[in-house]
């Protein structure tokens, strides 16, 4: 499985921009990636240092591809898996809008939600009924610009992450700092 902590602003606004879960990196030619697993378009409406309102749209490259959301499991007692041993097979969203709006001396209104996190689908085949035929499915911790992401690349719905088998080799001095947001 790739584990990775994508801490990073959006390199561009206003634009698709590409990002490659597999290369851990954006898609040419901001970066190193070839696959939009992620599309995501950011507008920002500055009127202000304190006032503004940022829209985040998060696509995908394939029918079939998604995401949904999911909370901590607090019913496990105490367990160290905080999400789903397993992604689903449906249920999947195909698009996202998050938005954050500030306002002098008014408190953030906002959609982020940094507990939790998403399952998703990419790389999705479908058969002429629609069907999944081949996928890669993972999930993230976080939200998005500061997210611990993990993908299984070998078609399984598992997402149960071995951290001594992070497919991102050799692994960065600052992988340990998103324990905080796993496993």
Request: proline letters at 7%; aromatic letters at 14%.
């Amino acid at each position: 499985m790739f584990s990775k902590r994508l801490a990073d602003r959006l390199p561009k606004r206003d634009k698709p921009v590409g990002y490659d879960l597999e290369a851990g990196d954006w898609v040419e030619p901001l970066g190193k990636g070839h696959t939009a697993d992620f599309i995501f378009v950011g507008k920002l409406d500055q009127r202000g240092e304190q006032d503004f309102d940022w829209v985040l749209n998060v696509s995908f490259s394939n029918p079939g591809d998604g995401l949904q959301r999911f909370e901590p499991d607090s019913a496990s007692g105490g367990s160290e898996l905080r999400s789903p041993y397993e992604a689903p097979l449906d249920g999947y969203i195909a698009a996202l809008k998050l938005i954050r709006s500030r306002r002098a001396h008014l408190r953030d209104q906002t959609t982020f939600k940094p507990d939790g996190g998403y399952l998703f689908r990419v790389r999705t085949e479908l058969d002429a009924q629609g069907r999944v035929v081949k996928a890669w499915y993972g999930k993230i911790y976080g939200d998005f610009f500061d997210m611990v992401y993990y993908l299984n690349p070998d078609g399984t719905r598992n997402v149960e992450f071995d951290p001594k088998r992070n497919l991102f080799h050799p692994a960065k001095p600052d992988d340990s700092a998103f324990g905080n947001l796993g496993p």
